[in-house]
């Protein structure tokens, strides 16, 4: 993954974390205000929810282990070790590391399974959000547990792709109405918001009905903004008091948008959506981003990019478990060995199993895939010169190339994830 967060960026990170920052008073001395980043846990617990310590080196050789060496450094004798020893010891891949790294530390800090909700928690949260927008991520709410907010991290141009931001603009402009949205009260707009993407909008945000609306839609997920707006359209469509309304262009307009979404491929763009938070690289973002604009625009660059998300796909997971990735191998072979790797191959399957023989047959056809997109994408897709009475496919059946790839990648991305602490 190319690091877009500067040297200058995390040295700010790493010093407001350790150091904290000053707020000034108007009457009597400023104060420092500081963060334990470590939350609720010790530093060992913490750092074991993101590193494997027990096989990380000690730096002191009386040690075994890094965990041996951090506890008995910051939690026996908690004054051993600076404030900021974490981001300077070369162990841990936060100040040289890509920004994957970095950005998953992060989201870690502000788990709710670690964070002191007791804490000036929020406040770092927002300074370092305005920190890493300036090298183009930023944080979002990536689900919800417990009534309480989970973030991951994402490309700060990249957080629309089902919904263009001219087209949201619209809806909002719908629903917003100086501060109130339609006809609903505080409650009433609260338990639809809560119904709909399990969080209570006004009572997380503190502002406005029409305020909450606008700031979720900038840091909620793609598909839970669109599932409350829909939920809005629908609640304003069956409203007798808007009927006059509904005449409008606007509405029309905005009708359209909600149809255009319900009849998309909603299932490729849930998992698409999926896929590029777990991929978290620029290039992976880019071939999703790409195959799902493409589809209708642009059907043989997306034929041709749903052949490079299985490649690029299997390539990671090799990569991943230290196999080595053979030169210019063809992208079947490629997958195959994939599977293989992670004992999904019909062979794999034990005879004697409940529904064995479909489940091999399914397995079958997933290697298949992959073959049968190389012949589409060398006749069709991107990435080859055209003749002149060349004619390419048509939309469906680019949806079914890009259909057909995300499958396969989510269940071999699944299967990678789910497996590789046991490798």
């Known amino acids: 993954m190319m690091n877009k967060i500067t040297s200058i960026t995390r040295k700010k990170i790493f010093n407001l974390l350790s150091n904290g920052y ?13 963060f334990n ?31 041996e060496d951090i506890y008995r450094h910051t939690i ?24 994957e790294q970095l950005l998953d530390f992060l989201c870690e800090i502000f788990n709710p399974e670690v964070r002191d909700e007791q804490s000036y928690w929020k406040t770092f949260f927002e ?7 300036v090298d183009g991520y930023e944080f979002y709410i990536e689900h919800i547990i417990s009534n309480c907010i989970v973030y991951g991290w994402r490309l700060k141009d990249d957080k629309f792709r089902i919904i263009q931001p001219s087209e949201l603009n619209l809806l909002i402009a719908l629903f917003n109405r100086g501060g109130y949205v339609l006809d609903l009260s505080t409650p009433a707009f609260d338990e639809l918001t809560l119904k709909e993407i399990g969080l209570k909008l ?9 305020k909450s609306l606008m700031a979720y839609t900038k840091e909620g997920k793609e598909n839970d903004v669109i599932k409350l707006l829909v939920a809005l359209f629908d609640y304003y469509s069956s409203n007798s008091y808007y009927e006059e309304e509904r005449k409008g262009d606007n509405y029309q307009k905005c009708l359209s948008i909600v149809n255009r979404i319900r009849s998309g491929i909603a299932y490729i763009s849930n998992s698409a959506q999926e896929l590029e938070q777990r991929f978290s690289s620029e290039y992976m973002t880019s071939q999703i981003s790409i ?24 390539k990671t997971i090799l990569e991943e478990r230290n196999e080595p990735i053979p030169k210019n191998e063809k992208i079947g072979a490629l997958t195959r060995r994939t599977m293989s790797l ?26 298949a895939i992959a073959d049968g997109m190389a012949t589409l994408r060398n006749s069709y897709g ?37 497996t590789k602490k046991d490798n």
């Open 37 to 67: 980043f470590y939350g609720t846990l010790s530093c060992v617990e913490f750092l074991t929810r993101l590193y494997n310590l027990k096989d990380m080196p000690s730096k002191d050789s009386r040690l075994n282990n890094a965990e």
């Open 342 to 367: 992670l004992k999904v191959t019909p062979n794999d399957i034990d005879d004697a199993i409940p529904a064995a023989k479909a489940m091999k047959q399914i397995l079958g056809n997933l290697s």
């Open 382 to 418: 991107s990435g080859h010169g055209r003749v002149a009475s060349y004619k390419g496919l048509e939309e469906r059946h680019a949806k079914l190339a890009v259909g057909s790839s995300i499958i396969l990648v989510e269940f071999l991305w699944c299967t990678h994830e789910r």
């Open 76 to 99: 026996l004798n908690p004054n051993d070790y600076p404030e900021d020893w974490l981001f300077t010891d070369d162990r841990f891949p936060l100040c040289n590391g890509t920004d």
């Open 22 to 34: 000053v707020e000034s008073a108007i009457l009597g001395e400023d104060v420092r205000i500081t």
């Open 127 to 133: 300074k370092i959000q305005e920190l890493i927008k």
């Open 202 to 210: 006004t009572e997380f945000y503190g502002k406005s009905k029409g």
């Open 291 to 314: 195959m799902m604009h493409m589809t209708s625009e642009n059907p043989t660059e997306a034929i041709g990019k749903a052949k490079e998300l299985i490649e690029s796909c299997c």
